[in-house]
């Protein structure tokens, strides 16, 4: 998974260097939880060739947007501008480069297979270029009323310090660029996710958005990543969800509730992407035949496993 964070010039180091950790470290864990997760990479992104932080910090640029586009990117992900009030924000909103991002993502939309992220002042960004019309959003708490009254179309909810709706996600204030990273995350690997918070001591800090309502790292859910734990144990058998959540000693349809609410997928589904994720692994680490995997990914024969992988690429 190649993620692009965009770099802007005078923008806060914090949003983009703490995404940046937060994957950098989720990577360094990986193995160790299990080595068949995606490998996690990051990626600088802009139209220069060099920019310069709020605080001075010279960034290079690697992934230059103007030429290559969303090539090779799995997700883009727009940090926050260095921007306290209003008419700072809206002074940002006009400055050439992110004038040149507006126009990039509202060219790209959401039809390039590309997923977009934003967090605090960058959520402003991707409204600018259309992308949170008829979508729900949330948005740093300071600047509520200024989000709402410039782009009504926008169903913001200020209720959650993440919130997801299809391929873009949008996280509140400064520090929930955190959140947000351990949230995108979690779509891998809950259990990774935990691991990374864990590492960076985060899983208990009390964020909160305006409403003082518990934030994604406040809200870590247990039952999900034993439900990861019990699904790798078990990959290579013939899986019922319902036994899952009997050996797990809740009822289906709390195991059903916890999943969705933290990862947007059925039971079934993480079932599903994880039999692909190890089977992948070891068609890429071993010599193993293809029936052989499919034995080891609870697949009945080689064309199941086929079958499967073609109806999910990557």
């Not at 360094?28 to 990479?41: C, E, G, K």
């Not at 959520?123 to 019309?133: I, K, N, R, W």
């Not at 009822?251 to 947007?264: D, I, N």
Request: glycine share 6%; proline share 4%.
């Amino acid at each position: 998974m190649l993620i692009g964070v965009v770099a802007f010039d005078h923008g806060f180091d914090s949003a983009l260097t703490t995404v940046c950790d937060v994957f950098r470290v989720a990577e360094a864990l990986r193995p160790t939880v299990d080595p068949s997760i995606p490998p996690i990479a990051t990626t600088t992104a802009g139209f220069a060739a060099t920019v310069r932080t709020a605080a001075g910090l010279r960034v290079p640029i690697e992934h230059r947007l103007d030429e290559r586009g969303t090539e090779a990117l799995d997700m883009l992900i727009v940090p926050a501008l260095d921007a306290l009030d209003a008419p700072a924000l809206e002074s940002a909103l006009g400055r050439r480069d992110v004038r040149a991002l507006r126009g990039f993502l509202r060219d790209i939309g959401t039809q390039d297979g590309v997923k977009l992220a934003a967090a605090c002042t960058g959520t402003f960004v991707l409204a600018e270029a259309g992308l949170l019309d008829d979508r729900r959003a949330t948005t740093t708490w300071w600047l509520t009323g200024f989000f709402a009254r410039r782009y009504p179309r926008v169903q913001l909810d200020m209720t959650r310090m993440v919130v997801a709706s299809g391929s873009v996600t949008t996280a509140g204030a400064a520090f929930a660029h955190i959140d947000l990273a351990i949230n995108l995350v979690s779509r891998l690997s809950p259990a990774l996710a935990d691991a990374a918070g864990r590492h960076l001591l985060v899983d208990e800090r009390p964020a909160r958005s305006i409403t003082a309502a518990l934030g994604h790292l406040a809200e870590t859910d247990y039952l999900v990543t034993a439900f990861e734990e019990w699904i790798r144990a078990h990959l290579a058998e013939a899986i019922e969800i319902s036994h899952a959540a009997a050996d797990l000693a809740v009822t289906r349809r709390t195991l059903e509730r916890h999943v969705r609410e933290r990862l947007g997928l059925s039971p079934a589904e993480v079932v599903r992407r994880m039999r692909l994720q190890l089977a992948r692994h070891l068609q890429r680490t071993t010599e193993l035949s293809t029936d052989a995997i499919a034995q080891r990914t609870g697949y009945a024969n080689a064309s199941s496993l086929r079958r499967a992988l073609a109806k999910s690429p990557g």
